[in-house]
């Protein structure tokens, strides 16, 4: 496991913690939202998110994490698609500018 998958393990924990205790009462939204370092509509969006995912059957936490940890998206640079490119042509040498 990467430092960034650690970060993000530790950052759900730390918002799992958090929406108990607002949930609980013993702290406002804004009080959550400084405990985790983040503004407080970035932790309204992250309670929507939790919330859809658990009322879809879903785990909420899960749908916490970062998706771009997840690898790379077929189509993107680094990932071409199954025709072997990513559907953009090579700059010519021609058509750049010098």
């Not at 939202?33 to 998110?49: M, N, S």
């Not at 993107?76 to 090579?90: D, I, K, L, Q, V």
Request: charged share 30%; net charge positive; glycine share 12%.
């Amino acid at each position: 496991m990467g430092i960034a998958e650690r970060k993000e393990n530790r950052r759900v924990e730390m918002f799992d913690d958090a929406l108990e205790m607002w949930t609980g009462g013993s702290l406002t939204q804004a009080q959550a939202a400084g405990a985790l370092g983040v503004c407080e509509r970035t932790f309204r969006r992250w309670v929507a998110r939790h919330r859809e995912a658990e009322e879809a059957g879903g785990d909420g936490i899960e749908a916490l994490k970062d998706r771009r940890l997840s690898g790379a998206r077929p189509g993107s640079a680094c990932c071409p698609t199954s025709s072997g490119s990513s559907g953009r042509e090579p700059a010519s040498p021609s058509s750049m500018r010098v």
